[in-house]
């Protein structure tokens, strides 16, 4: 019954033997050991260790096509043109937010296996050991402290030369990285040298602002270094092309149904009170199904999924689920609030260089060079995401304006408040060069809520931007701080007029420019949040089981409890790990 769809599957992928499935006929049956909600980022971590013994069945629910064959994805270069097409995309906006001045702003996450890990900008960064050793703190549990986490984020990672082999000593320090895991980690593969240069010799001309550091995932980020991306061989690495490679999806005990849009939990039993759910139910096409878990279900549904899914499913707070007309399974009022998340602006300088890339994404003729040189050999321009050559990490001066509204919510002295992406290029006709800058330790927390009885509709994202004072006041540094790097000698001659120019403003005017400008970093977590076991507050114990549940779990972005000072995809791959560890730990496998 089955060697039909294999069959056919095997000739469209071109992967051999899979079992990736398009259509729900095709699967053997709706009864598995394990159902995974979500073939995302953290999703096909767990689909992939769970699935390593073989007397366990596994079964992966993704709403998503198949990345496979998705160009936009696999090409570093298109990252833009990945994670703008609706295609791929669950189309979100947030609400409207005062410290925006009301402006709603594009809430992008990923519809597609591989999740946001398919059409992320890549960068690679695991944040401070502090943002670790305060999760640690935060859950009562040291298994989530860095010393005990950095194992888990060598086992994913296989560090790798990049595209274009260059002599990357002095770039990266090896011994911080990992070299046997799914998922490849390289430097940039095509070299801006001018731009790359300046910056580096401004680690120089001004130390004490921009001291250099060697390699940023060393859990000490402070400083300038050379980025590091999840990339291979010039193409994107991703959960799905790494956690799902064929030599996995091969496993006989492992099944990833695509298309299959989860709505909430079903089946609800009571052991000693605590309720279980017996299935999964998900909508195929027009029609429901329902997926059993005769062990565990799992929800890597992500920040927005996960949340949603357990409020459809009557898990929440009693108020907000009594409003639109479902029964609370299980009060719990953390679900979905915590949102963590940093706001983003980039600054724009014209430089007089044409090495830049955007004499590159500007030119027909360039761009389809650099793409047939991508086709042909996985070298030139295309290799990298064309995002940054450098990040840099940055504290705020100690009397800074922003201390005077809230105390300093950064995990520690090592950790950074602020983070700069060097950029060769901008965002408007002409060259230019720009620097992106996140607060990266944002005091303010959103939500994610459900609006409506219909598990489909879509939640109210909010992630609270500038809600506290202190986040708008660390951004209003950064902008100085960006300016005073392009005022390294380095750079005159080089860098034109500021565009926008946002230096020499009024107070009043610089104000409205930033909050019309911030969007999103992308970096949501919090919204299942991990507590320590016995709290009054929180969604998931440490051990990641949702608490006064049975046999549910959340691993995913969501259960991290405060955004680290890093982009997300690391930490929600180290938690993964971890987290897939404690649920084999959990059923002796
Ligand atoms: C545009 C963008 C750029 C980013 N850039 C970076 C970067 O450069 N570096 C970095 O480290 N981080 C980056 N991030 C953040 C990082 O990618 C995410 O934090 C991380 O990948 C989240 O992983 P996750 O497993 O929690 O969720 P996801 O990877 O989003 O996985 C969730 C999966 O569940 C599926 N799903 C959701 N709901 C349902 C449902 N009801 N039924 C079935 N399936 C469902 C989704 O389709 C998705 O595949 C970026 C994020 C975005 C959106
Ligand atoms: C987002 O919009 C596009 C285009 O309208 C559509 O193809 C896609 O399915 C939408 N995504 C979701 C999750 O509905
Ligand atoms: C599980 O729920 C579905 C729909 O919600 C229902 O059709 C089915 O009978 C239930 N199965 C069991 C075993 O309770
Ligand atoms: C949010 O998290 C903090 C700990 O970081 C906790 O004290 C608080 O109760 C949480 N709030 C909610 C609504 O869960
Ligand atoms: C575009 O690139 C081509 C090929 O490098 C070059 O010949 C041409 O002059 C460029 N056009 C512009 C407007 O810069
Ligand atoms: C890549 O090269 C192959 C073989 O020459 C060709 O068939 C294909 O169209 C090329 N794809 C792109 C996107 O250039
Ligand atoms: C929330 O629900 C209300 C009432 O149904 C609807 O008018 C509104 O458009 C919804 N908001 C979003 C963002 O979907
Ligand atoms: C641009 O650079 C060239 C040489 O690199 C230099 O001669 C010229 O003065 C620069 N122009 C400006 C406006 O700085
Ligand atoms: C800001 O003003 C000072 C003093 O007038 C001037 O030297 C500087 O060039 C201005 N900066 C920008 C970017 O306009
Ligand atoms: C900010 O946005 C408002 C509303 O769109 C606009 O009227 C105003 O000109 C903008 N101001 C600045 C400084 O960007």
């Given at each position: 019954m089955l060697l039909p769809t294999f069959v056919i599957l095997s000739v469209l992928?071109?992967?051999?033997?899979?079992?990736?499935?398009?259509?729900?006929?095709?699967?053997?049956?709706?009864?598995?050991d394990f159902v995974i909600v979500g073939g995302g980022t953290a999703g096909n971590v767990v689909a992939n260790r769970l699935s390593e013994n073989p007397h366990v069945s596994v079964l992966v629910l993704e709403a998503g096509p198949s990345n496979d064959g998705v160009l936009d994805s696999e090409v570093p270069f298109l990252l833009t043109e990945m994670f703008t097409n609706?295609?791929?995309?669950?189309n979100y906006t947030t609400t409207p937010m005062p410290g925006l001045n009301g402006r709603s702003v594009s809430y992008s996450r990923a519809f597609i296996l591989g999740g946001c890990s398919a059409h992320n900008g890549m960068v690679y960064t695991r944040g401070a050991a502090e943002d670790f050793d305060r999760y640690a703190e935060l859950s009562a549990d040291?298994?989530?402290?860095w010393n005990q986490l950095f194992p888990y984020f060598l086992k994913n990672e296989k560090w790798t030369a990049p595209a274009d082999h260059h002599?990357?000593?002095?770039?990266?320090?090896?011994?911080?990285?990992?070299?046997?895991?799914?998922i490849f980690v390289s430097l940039?593969?095509?070299?801006?040298?001018t731009f790359e240069q300046k910056v580096i010799e401004t680690t120089k001309e001004l130390p004490h602002d921009f001291p250099f550091n060697?390699?940023?995932?060393?859990?000490?980020?402070l400083g300038v270094s050379w980025a590091q991306s999840t990339i291979g061989g010039g193409e994107r690495s991703t959960s799905a092309t790494g956690y799902l490679a064929p030599k996995f999806i091969q496993r006989p005990n492992l099944h990833v149904l695509l298309h299959a849009q989860v709505s909430k939990l079903v089946n609800v039993t009571r052991k000693k009170g605590r309720p279980g759910f017996g299935g999964v139910e998900f909508r195929y096409g027009e029609s429901l199904f329902v997926a059993h878990a005769a062990k565990e279900i799992v929800l890597s549904g992500g920040a927005i999924g996960s949340p949603q899914i357990l409020m459809n499913s009557g898990i929440g707070a009693h108020a907000i689920l009594s409003a639109l007309g479902i029964t609370t399974v299980l009060d719990l009022?953390?679900?979905?609030?915590?949102a963590s998340d940093q706001p983003f602006m980039t600054t724009q300088w014209a430089v007089n260089?044409?090495?830049?890339f955007d004499s590159i994404r500007q030119n027909a003729t360039r761009f389809a060079e650099g793409m047939a040189q991508w086709n042909a050999?996985?070298?030139?321009?295309?290799?990298?995401?064309?995002?940054?050559?450098h990040l840099g990490w940055f504290r705020l001066a100690r009397?800074?304006?922003?201390f005077s509204v809230h105390p300093?919510?950064?995990?520690?002295?090592?950790?950074?408040h602020l983070e700069f992406s060097f950029i060769?290029?901008?965002?408007?006709?002409?060259n230019s060069m720009s620097i992106g800058i996140a607060v990266?330790?944002?005091?303010s927390r959103g939500s994610v809520v459900i609006n409506?009885?219909?598990?489909?509709a879509p939640p109210l994202i909010d992630p609270?931007?500038?809600?506290?004072?202190w986040d708008f006041l660390a951004m209003r540094d950064g902008i100085s701080l960006a300016e005073r790097f392009t005022s390294a000698p380095t750079w005159s001659g080089y860098v034109g007029a500021?565009?926008?120019?946002?230096?020499?403003?009024s107070s009043a005017d610089l104000e409205t420019a930033i909050r019309n400008a911030t969007v999103s970093?992308?970096?949501?977590?919090?919204?299942?949040g991990m507590s320590p076991?016995?709290?009054?507050?929180?969604?998931?114990?440490p051990d990641l089981?949702?608490?006064?549940?049975?046999?549910l779990s959340v691993i995913d972005a969501?259960?991290?409890?405060i955004v680290p000072a890093a982009h997300t995809q690391a930490v929600t791959y180290a938690f993964a790990e971890r987290g897939a560890d404690l649920l084999k730990q959990r059923w002796g496998l």
């Open positions: 992928s071109g992967v051999g033997l899979c079992k990736l499935y398009e259509d729900v006929a095709d699967l053997p049956g709706l009864h598995y609706p295609t791929y995309s669950w040291a298994g989530w402290s002599d990357t000593r002095g770039q990266f320090n090896p011994h911080v990285h990992g070299t046997n895991g799914p940039n593969g095509f070299s801006l040298p060697l390699d940023p995932n060393s859990g000490k980020p009022p953390s679900v979905g609030q915590n260089s044409t090495e830049t050999s996985r070298t030139g321009p295309f290799v990298d995401s064309g995002i940054m050559t009397d800074s304006p922003a300093d919510p950064s995990s520690g002295p090592d950790a950074p060769p290029g901008g965002a408007t006709p002409g990266v330790s944002p005091v409506s009885s219909d598990p489909f609270g931007y500038f809600s506290n004072e500021m565009t926008p120019n946002l230096a020499n403003l970093n992308l970096h949501m977590v919090g919204t299942a076991c016995g709290a009054r507050y929180g969604v998931v114990d089981q949702v608490k006064g549940a049975v046999g969501s259960v991290v409890p």
